[in-house]
């Protein structure tokens, strides 16, 4: 028995709404198994984790306590994500792909999400902390990102690295997760932006720091009283994520 039904992959979307789910149309019902049951999902990151499938004629879906847990730190309120649900082998696992579209994978992407998914393994706190805190600074995951969004800070009205060239810019901007790692954040392109140095620096050894909104274009973050407005589109981030 196979989850899915003469079809190797079918469109979906990944929803935090009023409930976070894997979220199929009701037309997609023929390609979908015909009862409930428990499922294998390889996630976007490569984690593997254990759903269940409710095949609701108005509203088919995948939940389950694993899957959702996922789906609200990698998704934002009410902004879907168009993914692909490919099938594993002959049985009940599944695998999330994005959107064909945009950028091509590359080996770099590949590498990147690889490491990230090693370094979400890893228990101790601290130590996860100041593995992620180097890998914010590996060449390979700034080049990655670098070539999205260019390399300069995106805290509104700060304009540092714009005009420079890229072997300059490249120099004064860094990766930083919004949500940081070590308070639970995780490695979704929606916790990710690029500050420069001393924006960064700033975030970091700031005695109070609020998370006000954060959306796939725009975040808000209260430092010290002062807001920073961060713009990016993590749309082209997200299609390029492979493991």
Known sequence: MTFLIGTQHLSAALVHHTGSMIRFRPAQLPYLPTQDLDCSVT????????????GHPANPYIGGPELVGWIKTWVRWNEPVSIVVEQVGRGLGIRLRTQSGGQPQTALSR????????L???KNAARRRRAYSAWEHDPRLRQLVLQVWLPQCQVVGCGAGQGLPSTLADTIVDVHH????????????????????????LVHRAPTKQILSNSS????IAVNGTVLTIERDVTE?????DV
Do not use: M, Q, Y
């Open 43 to 54: 996630l976007l990151d490569g984690k593997n984790v254990k759903g269940r499938f409710h």
């Open 111 to 118: 590498r990147i999400r690889r490491k990230a998914v090693g």
């Open 120 to 122: 979400g393994k890893i």
């Open 178 to 201: 919004i949500e940081f790692v070590s308070s639970g954040g995780s490695d979704s392109p929606t916790n990710l932006c690029l500050l420069c140095a001393n924006h960064h620096a």
């Open 217 to 220: 274009e725009r975040v808000t």
């Open 237 to 241: 981030l997200w299609r390029i994520i």
